[in-house]
């Protein structure tokens, strides 16, 4: 009887991946600041993009209502390869150079095959007047 429950644990083990689920970005701590200067300054078309972040890089956006909104750049088509995606020109969708999919900037739903996920969200907040503060 314990050998029979004990294949049946193996073969669950097994079947589950140890635990990794297909699409999966690992949480990897976040604690990113900048000003609002700053922000205005080096964003492009109201999309910040800062390296050395998240997994594969922040994505921080100005949504049209004045509101700020974080994604980690990294798509989640495929994210085992770490493909960055790229804000467009008109800062309103971002593309997987990899698979050509396209996620909203504004919530980071999925806009474009194959993306069938949103963009990782992270957290963010405004302190006092002059500062974003980015965090998971």
């Known amino acids: 009887m314990m050998k029979y429950l004990y294949s049946i644990l193996f073969v669950l ?3 589950t991946g ?6 999966y970005i690992p949480d990897v ?3 990113y ?3 609002l200067t700053e922000f205005s300054i080096k964003a492009v078309n109201n999309v910040l993009v800062v390296p ?5 890089g922040l994505l921080i956006v100005k949504t049209p209502l004045g509101t700020y909104v974080a994604f980690d750049r990294c798509s989640t088509v ?4 770490i493909c ?4 467009d020109d008109s800062g309103v969708t971002a593309t997987d150079p990899c698979s050509g999919a396209k996620f909203s900037l504004l919530d980071g739903s999925p806009q474009k095959a194959p993306a069938e996920k949103n963009l990782k969200a992270y ?7 002059t500062l974003l503060h980015v965090s998971n």
């Open 13 to 15: 083990v097994l079947g």
């Open 18 to 23: 140890c635990g990794k689920e297909d699409g």
């Open 29 to 31: 701590p976040v604690n």
């Open 33 to 35: 600041n900048v000003t």
């Open 52 to 56: 050395n972040n998240g997994v594969g």
């Open 78 to 81: 495929n994210p085992e390869k």
């Open 84 to 87: 960055k995606v790229a804000p």
């Open 123 to 129: 957290n963010i907040s405004l302190q006092g007047n």
